[in-house]
């Protein structure tokens, strides 16, 4: 049961123009929302968190947005640039349990 | 740099074999984290440990074993390894459970099995 979906294996987008990467859950219980970034060969980083009370989080160049009533994040980017090329996962977690549950995934290339 | 410390980064051994990868979380953090990821998949959650003690399991072999020392340092044991076992393991470290869900990797460490 894949509680976080990120239904896009990958994206590319060029340089300068807006990312949008997007995330859909299962579950209603979710508290918090979190995108990480993966370099190869390195661990996930932290990127950007959103509470289940707010709708939006701005921190810079990336902001999230969060659906509750069509339980759906985005992540945006603007504008994406080259440092930008990673995979992004999308995770939430529940204070029911604090298991942070992972999407597969969303390899973002940024083309020149 | 996350301030948590995998060793070894790179580990080549034998179906059958078994082996110990070590995590120092970053200093005052007492839960810790083991990650598998075999080729360009997503995360998987294997087990937490806080505070010397286990929180939470995840999709771990029983061949595979976990444990958290007094001074915080984690180590995880894979014994009769196969092929499918060849991935990246990290461990994450975070302040108390982790209730917001930040966690601070390691760079991993590369299991290959031969």
């Known amino acids: 049961d894949q509680q976080v979906k990120q239904n896009s294996p990958s994206l590319s987008v060029q340089e300068g123009r807006i990312s949008i990467l997007n995330c859909d859950y299962t579950n209603s219980m979710f508290d918090y929302f979190l995108w990480y970034k993966k370099y190869p060969a390195e661990g996930p980083t932290f990127l950007i968190s959103i509470s289940s009370i707010k709708d939006k989080n701005e921190d810079g160049r990336f902001t999230v947005f969060l659906n509750k009533s069509a339980k759906h994040l985005s992540l945006h980017i603007v504008p994406s640039q080259p440092g930008d090329s990673a995979v992004y996962f999308c995770?939430?977690?529940?204070?029911?349990?604090?298991?942070?549950?992972w999407g597969a995934g969303t390899k973002l290339i940024i083309k020149p | 740099d996350s301030g948590v410390t995998q060793t070894p980064k790179h580990l080549i051994t034998a179906t059958g074999q078994r082996v110990t990868l070590r995590c120092s979380p970053r200093s005052g953090d007492l839960s810790v984290y083991w990650y598998q990821q075999s080729l360009d998949q997503g995360l998987q959650f294997l087990i937490q440990?806080?505070?010397?003690?286990?929180?939470a399991k995840g999709n771990i072999l029983e061949r595979f074993s976990a444990q958290q020392f007094p001074d915080l340092h984690s180590e995880l044991n894979l014994s009769s390894l196969e092929l499918g076992d060849s991935a990246l393991y990290f461990c994450?470290?975070?302040?108390?459970?982790?209730?917001?869900?930040?966690?601070?990797f390691g760079e991993g460490s590369r299991l290959t099995v031969l």
């Open positions: 995770a939430a977690i529940s204070h029911s349990n604090y298991q942070l549950i």
């Open positions: 440990y806080y505070n010397g003690e286990e929180r």
């Open positions: 994450a470290s975070s302040v108390g459970l982790g209730d917001t869900g930040e966690l601070f």
